[in-house]
């Protein structure tokens, strides 16, 4: 019944953990869940406000514009400007998306020819391997390894692979890992882009969900960045936005005009009285993001000690909400047990891709008082 490409979408892992936490649920157990990356926290009540009023409006309830409103498109720019340096073009460097998920799935669409390549980072987030297979595309993994501090080694990429390659992903901040990029890699990469002639498609979702004074760059920084590559960024983490399903990318002119022709025939845009919304998102005041991000600070502070007092070597991460954690054994095995002794959901690495097997990660998305009940329950279990 099932197209081929269906039938070779990889088992999608996280759907058998959440059943495995509702059955634990059911059973009466009180599981506390390290395993979404969905912020717990509401969104601020400025950008609810925003959307109220504008729900108001009638000229709102139509049919939004493809590429969206250039109102949006230009707090998006400025917010480039204020909080990368970057300047950007309204009009043709910025694409409203309908969540950062939506352009990054329909990306492959417009660039790849059945069997080109598509390089993929594993551990990774599922949708840059599922959107190039779903465009008939062939994903060339890029480990993602520890000794390389989880940034591809883009030597390792065989001549002929790259040859292939029409597109990279990369993501840093980095889910799930949690890695952070350098200047340097960046500009490897844009020397490999034009090497191989392959667009960069970088996503930039956690760029401000930093702590200890760090400051995440965007690919764009990068000197010929724009010449080969986009960037995507999205709402839902910075603005605990996640259900409003906004994002944009910025970069390339020529790049987001393929995306933007695939989009014209599959989608009608983003409701506008939510891109109102995240037009006050981005221009309105941004102590949100500093009180989201002192409130994950203390969590990671809670789950890092913990674990190290547990004899686990993590180190805290300097973005994201995600720990990332090197466990003995196999990560499904491990979560498998967290789940059925302790009541913990956490997600097994190899459900990133098989470059994260030995790993779990945790999400910071309970409060302080949970993290801790989580480390107190992992002290009983005598993990070492
Ligand atoms: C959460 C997440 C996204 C999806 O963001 P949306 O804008 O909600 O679609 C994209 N990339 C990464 C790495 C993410 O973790």
Avoid at 132 to 144: E, T
Avoid at 186 to 200: G, H, K, R, S, W
Avoid at 321 to 347: C, H, N, P, Q
Wanted: charged share 25%; proline share 6%.
């Amino acid at each position: 019944m099932y197209a081929d490409r269906i039938n070779s979408l990889p088992p999608y892992l996280f759907a058998t953990i959440d059943r495995a936490r509702q059955d634990a649920i059911k059973k009466g157990v009180d599981v506390i869940n390290l395993s979404i990356g969905d912020p717990d926290m509401p969104t601020p009540s400025h950008i609810v406000e925003a959307m109220r009023k504008s729900l108001g409006n009638p000229a709102r309830h139509r049919y939004p514009s493809y590429e969206g409103m250039l109102s949006f498109r230009d707090a998006a720019a400025k917010w480039y400007k204020k909080t990368m340096n970057i300047d950007l073009d309204p009009e043709n460097e910025v694409l409203t998306l309908i969540g950062s998920k939506e352009g990054i799935a329909h990306i492959p669409l417009a660039f790849l020819n059945p069997g080109d390549v598509s390089l993929v980072p594993n551990p990774g987030y599922p949708v840059y391997n599922i959107g190039s297979i779903l465009a008939d595309g062939k994903p060339f993994k890029m480990p993602l390894l520890e000794e390389n501090d989880f940034l591809p080694d883009l030597d390792a990429i065989p001549s002929d692979v790259a040859k292939k390659a029409k597109i990279m992903f990369l993501n840093y901040p980095n889910n799930p890992t949690s890695a952070t990029a350098t200047a340097k890699f960046f500009e490897e990469v844009v020397d490999f882009a034009n090497e191989y002639e392959v667009l960069v498609i970088h996503d930039n979702a956690y760029s401000e969900m930093t702590y200890d004074g760090y400051k995440a760059p965007s690919f764009l920084n990068t000197s010929g960045a724009k010449e080969v590559g986009i960037e995507m960024h999205s709402l839902s983490k910075t603005y605990n936005m996640t259900g409003w399903r906004l994002g944009f990318a910025v970069g390339n002119r020529d790049i987001l005009a393929g995306l933007g022709k695939v989009k014209t025939n599959v989608d009608s845009g983003a409701f506008e009285a939510v891109q109102e919304a995240g037009i006050a998102a981005l221009s309105g005041p941004q102590d949100c993001v500093h009180e989201m991000n002192r409130v994950y600070k203390e969590r990671r502070d809670a789950l890092i000690t913990g674990l190290n007092e547990l004899g686990l070597d993590v180190k805290p991460p300097r973005a994201t909400f995600y720990v990332w954690a090197r466990v003995k054994g196999k990560s499904l095995d491990f979560t498998k047990m967290l789940l059925e002794k302790a009541g913990i959901v956490a997600t097994p690495g190899v459900g990133f891709g098989e470059y994260g097997e030995g790993y779990i990660r945790f999400a910071l998305t309970q409060s302080v008082e949970r993290i801790n009940e989580v480390v107190k329950r992992m002290h009983k279990l005598e993990i070492e």
